[in-house]
């Protein structure tokens, strides 16, 4: 598989990316505050425990003092109301850790629906030449896994973030309140931490975003692969699949490994400096005790608060290490939802309007190339008057489908203009101009559900008259009444339980159903056999009766009766007439006719 447009190795924009993304946060904001207001309330209740439980601490050891002195005992019942209250803090602390990590998940959710979302609508407005330069598997991973991984480190990093802030002030404060320098020994271990983090956070940063891109490119390959399988196998690809895929998956092992091995040293080398300034503390705080300048109870509270000072350290290096991946998977979400639209639409014409539409076509000067400075199509002119059969004939790359295309405005025009009835499609919308074309390709489409449904995908609304009227005229009545299930049998994903002649029929009774205006035949017949092939032709010329029609053929014998054939090479008209007067011409269709029947009769 080719490489596509891949990102840059680094984030281009961290402080813009996430400024967008805070942009889908702002619905919920009442949602942020109680995220805020829980997380603060339970990291307070839990930093208040170990300075409290210091009373019980200092109350035990004057009571074990006073009894070996033989002048008191020890107050177990003021010990157990410290034990209660601590008992009451913790539970509330818990409780508010709940109520806190249900919000963040639903937040999470939701910005990820709404990602989703936007970008399930942004394709409906995405022009096709963005798909042609990227492919659907780094498609689908921004869809997945780029918006699963910004869904998961919101969920995690948002109650985070408060907490480890929190945390660290509250700490801080408390520390500050059992001894002054012990505490100045505990905060200059700070910047030596952040320095560490900082460095490594550096090195990591580019990982992330390689691996994301990486994924991409695995997803994208193995998607192609499996959809192409009886390909690769008839072609004797396996070896050539599985070392292309060897290729990527060694991309992502090591962008992965990187990544996630240097974002593992933050918490490790943190910890290791935290240790550092907590040894420092103990024989500090071992000193003051021996003078008495602070309590046992102190003592213990302040080890355990030089503990916590730690974990909120090295959570921030972890938060940091998801906001680098977010940052890499949200880049690439917002790369999609950012990228160029389809020019707007005008949609000039109205309902009434739309339902007179007889069905002339005519191409002004048209120019095209779908790389703007390579031209495919060249000044293409053509008036089809409504109810005309027009077949456009030519060799491989002449442009005839890319005409098909253009008129249904899958793609917009170099030059030129294109008129149905004398309006400028462009004054048509989008939905308008494409409701009044039938298509019958040659590569089928047949989506996961039933025969019915997929017969009624352009008609919704189809009565049952019109539904067994349509199948009878494309002669699918046959076939589907000898499965099981009838017009209730499931197509799978595939659409591997059914033979591609039969595919091939669905798809023309689906075009029968829709009843259009025009018609668009590319290769209609081509995939199923002669008998059936001439079953087809009558009921093509029942459904083209009144109807303007363009015929894309490859075999010049099914487009005999055509009212014109426009004969086509590279990019302009080079032939216009019916069959007879260009055979008789013997010009470029004669030729081509004649490659096709040579010995038989003309």
């Given at each position: 598989?080719?490489?596509?447009?891949?990102?840059?190795?680094?984030?281009?924009?961290?402080?813009?990316?996430?400024?967008?993304?805070?942009?889908?946060?702002?619905?919920?904001?009442?949602?942020?505050?109680?995220?805020?207001?829980?997380?603060?309330?339970?990291?307070?209740?839990?930093?208040?425990?170990?300075?409290?439980?210091?009373?019980?601490?200092?109350?035990?050891?004057?009571?074990?003092?006073?009894?070996?002195?033989?002048?008191?005992?020890?107050?177990?019942?003021?010990?157990?109301?410290?034990?209660?209250?601590?008992?009451?803090?913790?539970?509330?602390?818990?409780?508010?850790?709940?109520?806190?990590?249900?919000?963040?998940?639903?937040?999470?959710?939701?910005?990820?629906?709404?990602?989703?979302?936007?970008?399930?609508?942004?394709?409906?407005?995405?022009?096709?030449?963005?798909?042609?330069?990227?492919?659907?598997?780094?498609?689908?991973?921004?869809?997945?896994?780029?918006?699963?991984?910004?869904?998961?480190?919101?969920?995690?990093?948002?109650?985070?973030?408060?907490?480890?802030?929190?945390?660290?002030?509250?700490?801080?404060?408390?520390?500050?309140?059992?001894?002054?320098?012990?505490t100045i020994i505990a905060v200059l271990v700070l910047p030596l931490s952040l320095l560490v983090i900082m460095n490594v956070m550096k090195r990591s940063q580019r990982y992330f975003v390689k691996q994301?891109?990486?994924?991409?490119?695995?997803?994208?390959?193995?998607?192609?692969?499996?959809?192409?399988?009886?390909?690769?196998?008839?072609?004797?690809?396996?070896?050539?699949?599985?070392?292309?895929?060897?290729?990527?998956?060694?991309?992502?092992?090591?962008?992965?490994?990187?990544?996630?091995?240097?974002?593992?040293?933050?918490?490790?080398?943190?910890?290791?400096?935290?240790?550092?300034?907590?040894?420092?503390?103990?024989?500090?705080?071992?000193?003051?005790?021996?003078?008495?300048?602070?309590?046992?109870?102190?003592?213990?509270?302040?080890?355990?608060?030089?503990?916590?000072?730690?974990?909120?350290?090295?959570?921030?290096?972890?938060?940091?290490?998801?906001?680098?991946?977010?940052?890499?998977?949200?880049?690439?979400?917002?790369?999609?939802?950012?990228?160029?639209?389809?020019?707007?639409?005008?949609?000039?014409?109205?309902?009434?309007?739309?339902?007179?539409?007889?069905?002339?076509?005519?191409?002004?000067?048209?120019?095209?190339?779908?790389?703007?400075?390579?031209?495919?199509?060249?000044?293409?002119?053509?008036?089809?008057?409504?109810?005309?059969?027009?077949?456009?004939?030519?060799?491989?790359?002449?442009?005839?489908?890319?005409?098909?295309?253009?008129?249904?405005?899958?793609?917009?025009?170099?030059?030129?203009?294109?008129?149905?009835?004398?309006?400028?499609?462009?004054?048509?919308?989008?939905?308008?101009?494409?409701?009044?074309?039938?298509?019958?390709?040659?590569?089928?489409?047949?989506?996961?559900?039933?025969?019915?449904?997929?017969?009624?995908?352009?008609?919704?609304?189809?009565?049952?008259?019109?539904?067994?009227?349509?199948?009878?005229?494309?002669?699918?009545?046959?076939?589907?009444?000898?499965?099981?299930?009838?017009?209730?049998?499931?197509?799978?994903?595939?659409?591997?339980?059914?033979?591609?002649?039969?595919?091939?029929?669905?798809?023309?009774?689906?075009?029968?159903?829709?009843?259009?205006?025009?018609?668009?035949?590319?290769?209609?017949?081509?995939?199923?056999?002669?008998?059936?092939?001439?079953?087809?032709?009558?009921?093509?010329?029942?459904?083209?009766?009144?109807?303007?029609?363009?015929?894309?053929?490859?075999?010049?014998?099914?487009?005999?009766?055509?009212?014109?054939?426009?004969?086509?090479?590279?990019?302009?008209?080079?032939?216009?007439?019916?069959?007879?007067?260009?055979?008789?011409?013997?010009?470029?269709?004669?030729?081509?006719?004649?490659?096709?029947?040579?010995?038989?009769?003309?």
């Open positions: 598989m080719p490489k596509f447009n891949r990102p840059p190795e680094k984030v281009k924009d961290f402080k813009g990316t996430f400024k967008k993304l805070f942009h889908y946060l702002r619905p919920y904001y009442l949602k942020l505050i109680i995220v805020i207001i829980f997380a603060a309330g339970s990291t307070i209740f839990t930093i208040i425990g170990p300075k409290v439980l210091a009373k019980a601490t200092d109350k035990l050891s004057e009571g074990i003092m006073a009894k070996v002195q033989n002048s008191g005992s020890i107050d177990f019942e003021y010990i157990g109301m410290i034990c209660l209250i601590l008992v009451g803090l913790y539970l509330i602390s818990a409780l508010f850790s709940y109520i806190q990590a249900y919000t963040t998940s639903t937040i999470s959710q939701e910005v990820s629906y709404d990602l989703r979302k936007s970008i399930s609508l942004k394709m409906d407005r995405m022009p096709l030449s963005y798909f042609d330069k990227h492919s659907s598997g780094d498609t689908l991973s921004r869809v997945t896994n780029d918006i699963d991984t910004i869904a998961q480190s919101l969920n995690q990093s948002m109650s985070q973030i408060i907490t480890s802030t929190v945390t660290l002030i509250g700490i801080f404060i408390m520390m500050l309140s059992i001894s002054w320098q012990m994301q891109a990486s994924l991409g490119d695995v997803n994208g390959h193995i998607e192609e692969m499996y959809g192409a399988h009886q390909v690769v196998k008839a072609f004797n690809g396996e070896a050539a699949s599985v070392e292309q895929f060897n290729r990527y998956n060694e991309e992502l092992y090591h962008s992965a490994w990187k990544s996630n091995f240097l974002s593992g040293l933050m918490q490790p080398l943190s910890t290791f400096v935290g240790n550092l300034g907590y040894v420092a503390v103990c024989i500090v705080g071992g000193f003051l005790a021996g003078v008495q300048t602070i309590t046992i109870g102190d003592i213990q509270a302040f080890i355990q608060y030089v503990r916590q000072f730690n974990q909120p350290i090295a959570q921030m290096a972890q938060i940091m290490n998801m906001l680098q991946s977010t940052a890499a998977a949200a880049e690439r979400v917002f790369e999609f939802l950012e990228a160029k639209e389809l020019e707007p639409e005008q949609a000039l014409v109205t309902p009434e309007q739309l339902e007179k539409v007889e069905g002339s076509v005519t191409f002004a000067d048209v120019q095209f190339g779908y790389i703007p400075e390579k031209t495919i199509i060249h000044h293409f002119d053509l008036h089809v008057h409504a109810g005309q059969t027009i077949a456009i004939v030519g060799p491989t790359g002449a442009g005839k489908t890319t005409i098909v295309k253009l008129l249904m405005r899958f793609y917009e025009l170099n030059g030129g203009s294109i008129y149905i009835d004398g309006i400028d499609i462009k004054d048509y919308s989008r939905h308008d101009l494409r409701s009044l074309f039938g298509m019958v390709l040659q590569d089928t489409w047949l989506f996961n559900g039933t025969i019915e449904e997929n017969l009624k995908y352009g008609k919704l609304d189809a009565t049952d008259e019109e539904f067994k009227q349509a199948c009878s005229m494309a002669y699918v009545d046959h076939f589907v009444n000898t499965l099981e299930d009838g017009y209730q049998t499931v197509i799978n994903e595939e659409s591997s339980n059914i033979s591609q002649g039969q595919k091939q029929l669905l798809t023309i009774a689906r075009a029968f159903l829709k009843d259009p205006r025009i018609l668009i035949l590319d290769e209609a017949t081509s995939s199923v056999d002669t008998r059936t092939e001439v079953l087809i032709q009558k009921g093509m010329e029942k459904l083209m009766e009144g109807r303007t029609s363009f015929v894309i053929a490859h075999r010049l014998s099914t487009i005999r009766d055509a009212n014109t054939i426009i004969v086509m090479k590279d990019g302009d008209i080079v032939e216009v007439g019916n069959h007879h007067d260009l055979i008789e011409k013997g010009g470029f269709y004669a030729t081509l006719y004649q490659s096709q029947f040579e010995g038989s009769e003309i």
